[in-house]
């Protein structure tokens, strides 16, 4: 067994961890911009967030190629699991590898956790604007509005939503 290839694959977990960690600390700067209802910041920290994200799917990436280059190491298919494989390796690793994917669990329910507040806290806040501008202005439900705010006639036209908003 390589054992540099093995030391590879604990690094690329730290350093996937870590993105991690960072994604998530960049989800509650979002989430700390959303309810302090400060724009500019929010726009900066989503643009963080999606760097922090593509930083995140690039070590991913990276860290499954190591991950093959393990099982092929050993014989083994590039599908395998953390379980198999642990049996399959010599005793002095197999408690680095299981430490490593728990690592990489936890972290990635972290940010599984974060996102998913996030996005029901931003979904439960645009219903209840919705909602509140349906009750003020109940002529208005079913409106369409340009950029410029003005209200358009809807039409026979296809109709392109920026989800943005």
Same mark, same amino acid.
């Given at each position: ?5 093995? +030391? ?7 350093? &996937?961890? #870590?993105?991690?960690?960072?994604? =998530? &600390? ?10 302090? /209802?400060?724009?500019? &910041?929010?726009?900066? !920290? ?5 760097? %922090? %994200?593509?930083? =995140? %799917? *690039?070590?991913?990436?990276? /860290? ?7 099982? /092929?190491?050993?014989?083994?298919? *590039?599908? $395998?699991? #953390? @379980?198999?494989?642990?049996?399959? =390796? ?9 430490? #490593?994917? /728990?690592?990489?669990?936890? !972290?990635?329910? @972290? ?14 806040? %645009?219903?209840?604007?919705?909602? $509140?501008? +349906? ?8 409106? $369409?509005?340009?950029?410029?705010? !003005? ?7 296809? $109709? ?6």
């Amino acid at each position: 067994m390589n054992s540099t290839i093995m +030391h590879s694959f604990f690094s690329q977990v730290t350093s &996937e961890v #870590a993105a991690l960690d960072f994604f =998530v &600390e960049q989800q509650r700067q979002v989430s700390s911009a959303i309810r302090s /209802r400060a724009w500019p &910041e929010l726009e900066k !920290a989503m643009q963080q967030a999606q760097l %922090a %994200a593509a930083m =995140v %799917a *690039d070590e991913e990436e990276a /860290r499954l190629k190591v991950w093959r280059q393990l099982a /092929r190491d050993l014989n083994l298919p *590039d599908d $395998i699991d #953390a @379980r198999q494989l642990c049996a399959l =390796v010599p005793l002095e690793y197999r408690g680095m590898i299981s430490g #490593a994917c /728990r690592n990489l669990r936890v !972290a990635t329910m @972290r940010a599984k956790l974060e996102n998913d507040a996030l996005r029901s806290f931003a979904g439960s806040m %645009a219903g209840n604007l919705s909602s $509140i501008l +349906h009750e003020l202005f109940p002529e208005r439900k079913g409106s $369409i509005y340009g950029k410029s705010g !003005a209200l358009r006639a809807a039409g026979n036209a296809p $109709i392109v939503l920026d989800t943005a908003f």
